[in-house]
């Protein structure tokens, strides 16, 4: 005769029952997940956290905003962060310097970035002698000034750079007057354009090869933890599938990260990111040829690319038919 079962153990049941439909991981791993821009291609990474689906693939995840590419580096440097969304640059430094950070996914692979500054200024070659605003050394910001004016003649010592901080910062910057020009992300620079700046560079047009946001890890953790980090490549190429079939719900997610309500802006956001951002997400080569072309390093001139990236987990989603059923095949 079977014993009764007890009301604890049918509450522990109801609860389990209850945690699956809900698509919830019992014993979640946790992971530190650390981004370096509140920007419009990040919307898949803030969707994927909004929806659950990181809960959904095991994990219990954690965005922290460190504006900045070289100091999510220092985090996960540091394993307090495991996992990050920053331009493949700061990676390259950090591994060139002995570090541990490996990059595993692509992003957005040109600069996305626009240069504006007072009406005064006519072309690039006016920021001659001029003070232009940055994020922070090392990141993605100083890399696009340093790379985007290299091409009209000016050397760094043809202009100062000043580092203020996140894209509001160096918005608020210019209008408060504190600089000629600042180097700024969509969709700020409407932002920036209605309170009287001007445009003057567009690097997203220039298509200048460049690892503005990827997906990096610490190479030491995945190599431990391998089944989460594919399981974080499930999540947030869900995120970006859900933002490619539903507009306004990544409108809505963007406006909540920026805190930006004007439609027009967040159309632009969306319209300069979420269609050009990678459904198979490869890191290329000539991304990081293209990073350790821009370290001041000595040993970058002899870097080997291929050590600093891993395309392996990728791999793994494509042929397993994974990102196919998100996207069809293409």
């Known amino acids: 005769m079977k014993r009764p079962r007890s009301p604890f153990l049918l509450c522990a049941i109801t609860m389990l029952t209850i945690l699956a439909d809900h698509g919830l991981a019992i014993g979640a791993e946790k992971v530190h997940v650390g981004y370096s821009a509140i920007s419009a291609v990040t919307v898949p990474l803030w969707a994927a956290q909004e929806k659950g689906l990181f809960k959904k693939y095991g994990l219990d995840t954690e965005l922290i905003y460190l504006a900045g590419g070289s100091r999510v580096v220092l985090g996960m440097e540091a394993n307090s962060i495991q996992v990050g969304l920053f331009n493949a640059g700061a990676a390259v430094e950090a591994r060139l310097a002995g570090g541990n950070t490996l990059m595993t996914g692509s992003v957005y692979d040109v600069y996305y970035f626009q240069i504006f500054g007072k009406p005064t200024i006519q072309s690039p070659k006016d920021l001659k002698g001029k003070i232009i605003a940055a994020s922070r050394a090392g990141a993605a910001s100083e890399y696009g000034i340093r790379d985007a004016l290299a091409h009209y003649g000016l050397k760094e010592s043809d202009y100062k750079m000043v580092y203020v901080g996140g894209t509001d910062a160096r918005v608020q910057a210019l209008q408060q007057g504190l ?46 933890n391998r089944d989460a980090m594919r399981n974080f490549f499930k999540g947030y190429l869900e995120g970006l599938a859900l933002c490619r079939r539903d507009q306004e719900y990544a409108m809505r997610v963007v406006g909540k990260f920026s805190r930006i309500d004007d439609r027009e802006i967040l159309l632009e956001s969306y319209r300069t990111s979420i269609p050009h951002i990678p459904e198979k997400p490869y890191v290329k080569k000539e991304i990081i040829e293209a990073a350790l072309k821009l370290s001041k390093r000595e040993n970058a001139r002899t870097a080997d690319a291929e050590k600093f990236y891993d395309n392996g987990i990728v791999k793994e989603l494509e042929a397993s038919g994974f990102i196919a059923s998100l996207f069809g095949k293409k």
Do not use: H, T
């Open 179 to 224: 600089v000629d020009a600042s180097i700024i992300s969509p969709p700020n620079g409407l932002i920036a354009q209605k309170l009287g700046s001007k445009e003057i560079l567009n690097l997203m047009q220039m298509k200048l090869p460049f690892g503005y946001m990827g997906i990096g890890v610490n190479e030491s953790w995945m190599r431990q």
